[in-house]
Nanobody, 119 residues
Framework: VQLVESGGGLVQPGGSLRLSCAASGFTFSSYAMSWYRQAPGKERELVAFIGSGGGSTNYADSVKGRFTISRDNAKNTVLLQMNSLKPEDTAVYYC?????????????WGQGTQVTVSS
């Protein structure tokens, strides 16, 4: 299983970024996917969740109305569109999934991509 994030960078407050997570090594369309983030000195927190078919989504209160999670099961990719970015959105963003393998659930994380919101 491999999750590879891309799309992070430096953006001014009010700007936008789109993060992408390319997944491989498992049946992508069968599993829910999530984006987490971790700011310096803070615990990792759930940002957005999307069900396996894409019809079910959920967001942290802090990003509702500004971030949109989506997935393309044909391309094994999950996206996070981030608009109206704020300095408090600065963090390392991680792609995550939990997979059933050999009758056990196992967590998988990407390497993370840095998002910095600053003027």
């Amino acid at each position: 299983v491999q999750l590879v994030e891309s799309g992070g960078g430096l953006v001014q407050p009010g700007g936008s970024l789109r993060l992408s997570c390319a997944a491989s090594g498992f049946t992508f369309s069968s599993y829910a996917m999530s984006w987490y983030r971790q700011a310096p000195g803070k615990e990792r927190e759930l940002v957005a969740f999307i069900g396996s078919g894409g019809g079910s989504t959920n967001y942290a209160d802090s990003v509702k109305g500004r971030f949109t999670i989506s997935r393309d099961n044909a391309k094994n990719t999950v996206l996070l569109q981030m608009n109206s970015l704020k300095p408090e959105d600065t963090a390392v963003y991680y792609c995550y999934t939990r997979i059933l393998s050999w009758a056990r659930l196992k967590d998988y994380w990407g390497q993370g991509t840095q998002v910095t919101v600053s003027s």
